[in-house]
């Protein structure tokens, strides 16, 4: 299972500060009298010994212990939602602001089962809570379904616009942008996959494991081609493709970057070890001069063959995700500290900050004309922003839970989205911004509305 939380003691020191109680009065406490068939009811969250095999002493059924940047996290496989608190019953181990909806709290049962506390209704549930979807909010062009676990990257093809998808669940599928699968999916041998790249020529895809290895894949054949590449000592955040498609650059936990000759699967130069401590980003310029990578807190412009040329600091985060313009002259970048910011490549000097978002921003990408950069983010939106004037434009498009990861269609026509439900989703970008441009005909035309009367 890939790793949810990053980190850096910055984003610790965000997520575990000190936490506020709920405004309302404290509720009396309620003996637990419940099956797990119901979670333990509201009130009912004090402090109590774990009934899981080996108590205290173990942690729950299918959540996993990991280190990163010296914090020990934990983390429940079931939702992938980490926390720094060790989880027992009766203690609230959401991390402020982890929870969309505010007043909710994250709590585990006597049993090992996660729940959640919602003070605005008083009520527990074994659902993660949802923001209200206000009425008449756009909807998806489609609904894609098929993969058995998170969907953690995703890539749509030149030649067909088709979207390819590659998940926890250990695959790498095609579609056609109505569903209908395409192919055979490309198997794994289990292992999930936590990030892909597409080649230039879209003849082959090449995707990192939990296990820290690459593969590589004939796309047509539905075949892996040579064995797994060995290098990373753990998973594998990113990948890319340099534009002449003659080296992979990967990123990873293990906080180095690796090049690798797709040819022969060999390293083609000793690893760069970074300070991102996990690397999570990594891009090629299309010019392939240069490529760029984000972590903690910093971006770092390498030159083709590995040399630092520029640090650039501003986010108070880790950063999450890169892109280029066509040009190589501008960089724009996402990050733990829930904006989108673009940098001047030459020199690192930062240029704009887009705010909007109120969580995570985890994916960037920009439209084939760069006109719009479309951002997904875990406050369960995907977000379209104008670069002509740095806001957000069109309507927001709304998920049922955290976002990981956004792609566009070479025709600049679809956004896909997915989340944490297992799905793909459909988007017209020409329908969300219709709805903006109504907006600000509506605002034009009508500035009064009580002159609306006097226009036939």
């Known amino acids: 299972m890939l790793s949810e939380v990053s980190e850096s003691s910055k984003s610790t020191g965000r997520r575990d500060g000190q936490r506020e109680a709920p405004s309302k009065p404290p509720a009396p406490v309620v003996l637990l009298r419940t099956s797990e068939k119901e979670p333990p009811p509201y009130g009912a969250q004090h402090r109590q010994d774990a009934l899981w095999e080996g108590g205290n002493d173990a942690l729950p059924p299918r959540w996993q212990q990991y280190k990163a940047s010296d914090v020990i996290y934990y983390q429940d496989d079931t939702l992938t939602m980490a926390t720094s608190d060790r989880p027992l019953p009766g203690v609230r181990i959401d991390h402020p602001g982890q929870l969309v909806v505010p007043e909710c709290e994250w709590h585990i049962s006597p049993l090992g089962r996660s729940y959640f506390v919602n003070h605005n209704t008083r009520t527990t549930s074994w659902m993660k809570p949802k923001p209200e979807r206000p009425a008449g909010s756009l909807t998806p062009e489609c609904i894609i379904e098929g993969h058995s676990d998170c969907i953690w990257s995703l890539a749509c093809l030149k030649a067909s616009c088709n979207v390819m998808s590659a998940s926890e669940d250990g695959s790498i599928r095609q579609w056609k942008r109505d569903g209908e699968p395409v192919g055979k999916p490309l198997d794994n041998d289990g292992e999930g996959i936590g990030t892909m790249a597409v080649s230039p020529d879209e003849r082959m895809v090449v995707c990192g494991s939990v296990d820290g290895r690459l593969r590589l894949w004939n796309i047509k054949e539905g075949s892996m081609i040579g064995e797994p590449w060995k290098g990373h000592d753990a998973a594998v955040r990113c990948l890319d493709w340099s534009p002449d498609a003659l080296e992979i650059a990967s990123g990873s936990e293990d906080g180095t970057i690796r090049r690798w000759n797709p040819d022969t699967g060999r390293q083609i130069a000793p690893p760069i070890k970074t300070r991102h401590g996990w690397v999570y980003a990594v891009k090629y310029s299309q010019q392939g001069d240069k490529f760029i990578s984000g972590g903690d807190g910093v971006i770092c412009i390498w030159s083709r063959d590995g040399k630092l040329l520029i640090e650039i600091n501003g986010h108070d985060d880790v950063v999450t995700s890169l892109c280029w313009s066509k040009d190589g002259a501008h960089i724009f970048s996402g990050s733990f500290d829930d904006t989108i910011r673009?940098?001047?490549?030459?020199?690192?000097?930062?240029?704009?900050?887009?705010r909007g978002h109120t969580n995570i921003v985890r994916s960037l990408c920009l439209t084939p004309n760069e006109r719009y950069i479309v951002s997904a983010s875990n406050d369960y939106s995907v977000r379209?922003?104008?670069?002509?004037?740095?806001?957000?434009?069109?309507?927001?498009?709304?998920?049922?839970?955290?976002?990981?990861?956004?792609?566009?269609?070479?025709?600049?026509?679809?956004?896909?989205?997915?989340?944490?439900?297992?799905?793909?989703?459909?988007?017209?970008?020409e329908a969300a911004l219709d709805r903006h441009q109504v907006g600000v005909l509506c605002a034009l035309l009508f500035p009064y509305p009580f002159l609306m009367v006097l226009v036939v």
């Not at 049922?400 to 026509?413: I, Y």
């Open 342 to 354: 673009k940098w001047r490549a030459i020199d690192g000097k930062e240029l704009a900050v887009l």
């Open 384 to 429: 379209i922003w104008d670069l002509k004037t740095n806001q957000a434009v069109g309507d927001l498009l709304l998920h049922d839970d955290r976002v990981l990861a956004v792609a566009m269609s070479p025709d600049g026509k679809y956004i896909a989205s997915t989340v944490l439900d297992k799905k793909i989703y459909i988007w017209s970008l």
